[in-house]
């Protein structure tokens, strides 16, 4: 792995982003690798597409690596994403963020926490009441849909009795 980290279109966003396409992307770097944004600080990511091919040693995202309390709404990523340590098909790591309206549809792959949505899940909330993943995670320590490592108990995960997504471990 490159040694280079927040590492994506937009290195570090702490402002609002929307209506972007982003198809092809071939990002590579060592930790908060996203196509989109690396590092999303308090910002918004709205409507945000993006295909392609993200690799990342430690938190890395098919839009966004590392999201930290902000919003990711309405948006999406397809193509490959893998790394070693909080890999998601959206979203790598969701820290006191907002997640909703959003998909994945491509594959990823990683050794722990690693999820098709998003990789690790702490203190963020995630709806999936309109969010949707189109493909399964192949890893360790937490190959579902939406992987969940919750050091606090405070995270969030809404998840509609008819959806048939069944969330394990807290």
């Known amino acids: 792995f490159p040694s280079h980290d927040n590492t994506g279109l937009f290195g570090v966003s702490y402002g609002s982003i929307s209506n972007l396409i982003l198809r092809n992307a071939n990002v590579t770097g060592r930790s908060n690798v996203g196509a989109m944004v690396g590092v999303n600080d308090g910002g918004s990511v709205t409507s945000g597409d993006s295909t392609g091919s993200v690799s990342g040693m430690y938190s890395a995202g098919g839009l966004v690596s590392a999201h930290f309390t902000g919003s990711v709404s309405s948006s999406k990523s397809s193509g490959a ?28 792959s990683g050794m722990y926490a690693v999820g098709g949505l998003v990789g690790s899940n702490y203190s963020g909330s995630v709806s999936l009441s309109n969010s949707f993943v189109l493909s399964a995670p192949i890893g360790f320590g937490g190959d579902e849909i939406i992987a969940l490592r919750s050091g606090d108990g405070s995270s969030q995960v809404t998840v509609p009795p008819s959806s048939g997504y069944v969330v394990i471990g807290k």
């Open 81 to 108: 994403v893998s790394g070693m340590y909080a890999v998601g098909g959206l979203v790598g790591i969701n820290e006191h963020g907002s997640i909703d309206s959003s998909e994945s549809s491509g594959s990823v």
